[in-house]
């Protein structure tokens, strides 16, 4: 052998794991970026996912605190009046009258709904007469003419949630 072929086997031999070394390199760089990529994409995932999951919460949380809001709401109107209607018959026609108000106080500006009140108030009315007789209590058919001369219309959705309170507040009294 001659000096050349020594000094060209001699750099072959030295630059030749360094070549392989490269090509190791760039493979474990690619696999490291893909791990690193799919470790980014799944964080990305559970982090939207949490997010998601804090959303629904966050929602149901307002969505039971406008429901309790409420609750409260009806409840403090669920009062009794300083004076309270002589007898039961009377107490539920006042019932009716105060219902027939809150209805024009509260959709008096709603001609449609007030086109389909004025069609259906006299069955509305008897229905609540019947309802309000059923409980049995003066009480409740006050605590009725109550909440819904002061209801305000933002619970004018409420008018059967009046009366469900009220006649648990007030049950019929059956002593005397």
């Given at each position: 052998?001659?000096?050349?072929?020594l000094?060209?086997a001699l750099?072959?031999?030295?630059?030749l794991?360094?070549?392989?070394?490269?090509d190791?390199?760039?493979?474990?760089?690619k696999?490291?970026?893909?791990?690193?990529?799919?470790?980014?994409?799944?964080?990305?995932?559970?982090?939207?996912?949490?997010?998601r999951?804090k959303?629904r919460?966050d929602?149901?949380?307002?969505?039971q605190?406008?429901?309790d809001?409420?609750?409260?709401?009806?409840?403090?109107?669920?009062?009794?009046?300083?004076?309270?209607?002589?007898?039961l018959?009377?107490?539920?026609?006042?019932?009716g009258?105060?219902?027939d108000?809150?209805?024009e106080?509260?959709y008096?500006?709603?001609e449609?709904?007030?086109?389909?009140?004025?069609e259906?108030?006299?069955?509305?009315?008897?229905?609540?007469?019947t309802?309000?007789?059923?409980?049995?209590?003066?009480?409740?058919?006050?605590?009725?003419?109550?909440?819904l001369?002061?209801?305000?219309?933002?619970?004018?959705?409420?008018?059967?949630?009046?009366?469900?309170?009220?006649a648990e507040?007030?049950p019929?009294?059956?002593?005397?």
């Amino acid at each position: 052998m001659n000096a050349r072929t020594l000094t060209l086997a001699l750099v072959t031999s030295l630059l030749l794991p360094l070549a392989s070394a490269c090509d190791n390199s760039e493979e474990e760089a690619k696999k490291a970026a893909e791990a690193q990529a799919a470790a980014d994409k799944k964080k990305a995932e559970e982090e939207a996912l949490a997010a998601r999951k804090k959303a629904r919460e966050d929602a149901k949380k307002a969505e039971q605190e406008a429901a309790d809001k409420k609750a409260a709401d009806i409840d403090a109107l669920c009062v009794l009046p300083e004076k309270l209607p002589k007898n039961l018959e009377k107490a539920c026609e006042e019932a009716g009258a105060a219902y027939d108000k809150f209805m024009e106080r509260v959709y008096g500006d709603n001609e449609e709904v007030m086109g389909k009140w004025k069609e259906g108030k006299s069955t509305q009315l008897q229905l609540m007469a019947t309802t309000c007789k059923k409980t049995g209590s003066v009480e409740a058919a006050a605590c009725q003419i109550s909440a819904l001369t002061n209801a305000p219309p933002e619970l004018k959705k409420s008018v059967s949630d009046f009366a469900t309170r009220c006649a648990e507040k007030f049950p019929k009294n059956d002593e005397g």
